[in-house]
């Protein structure tokens, strides 16, 4: 009789996660419960999710050692950055019922786009001096082609849109190169992984690019 492999330790906080997220997407995508109870939902539900991303990046960092466990410090500072952010903007948005743009949030997501993109690059990998000067290469190209569509599709409305404020339009402009940068490196990561690494980049792969599509939505609403 074939006995039944055990679960990663990982495996029930990631469904977990994974079940959340698309509880939340679904609710924000049908409006339950009305406009006033989606926002504080918007709002809080975000909050926690960054707050948990954080102290799961601290989890990690205190069970690494040498180079991961700086990556991973790193990787949390960064987070906790963004969970501060998340929770300044649900007190604009929720305690004070403005959505100011820019607003003192924007400074603690900057912040953590800087960080997790440094942390990001950290990221140990197995390739040779050749693999890693092709892959750059390879990146470079992707980030320009990405840069090129980006400002066809949005970067060009954002900056008739905003250049009347040179804060609002650094900021416009800042959040998608910070994107495409996260999603370049995050991809190069994922495809020059160690074995044991590779499924935790695939997961920050995806998340950049999450990140990227809903920076993306956001300053289409802000432009419009």
């Known amino acids: 009789m074939q006995t039944r492999r055990p679960l990663p330790p990982a495996a ?7 079940v959340a997220c698309a509880v939340l997407g679904l609710w924000l995508m049908f409006g339950w419960g009305g406009p006033s109870v989606v926002r504080l939902v918007d709002s809080a539900g975000l909050a926690v999710f960054a707050v948990y991303a954080a102290i799961c990046a601290v989890a990690a960092a205190r069970s690494a050692y040498g180079r991961h466990r700086r990556t991973w410090a790193i990787m949390a500072a960064g987070l906790t950055a963004w969970a501060g952010g998340e929770l300044t ?3 604009y948005e929720v305690g004070l019922g403005r ?7 924007d400074v603690l997501y900057v912040a953590a ?4 993109l440094t942390a990001m ?3 140990p990998r197995a390739q040779s001096a050749h693999s890693r ?3 750059f290469v390879d990146a470079l190209i992707v980030a320009v082609a990405l840069l090129a569509l980006m400002w066809v599709l949005l970067l060009d409305g954002l900056y008739e849109a905003n250049r009347g404020d040179a804060t609002a339009l650094t900021l416009a402009l800042l959040y998608p190169l910070l994107d495409i940068a996260m999603i370049v490196v995050a991809v190069l990561n994922a495809s020059a992984s160690r074995r044991g ?10 998340a950049a690019a ?3 599509l809903s920076d993306m939505v956001f300053a289409y609403l802000n432009a419009t």
């Open 89 to 91: 903007w649900a007190f």
């Open 12 to 18: 029930w906080p990631t469904a977990l996660s994974t």
């Open 99 to 105: 959505s100011p743009y820019p607003s003192p949030a």
């Open 113 to 116: 786009s800087l960080l997790i």
């Open 133 to 135: 000067l092709r892959n």
């Open 210 to 212: 999450l990140m990227a």
């Open 197 to 206: 690494q590779r499924i935790v980049l695939l997961l920050l792969a995806a």
């Open 121 to 123: 690059v950290q990221f």
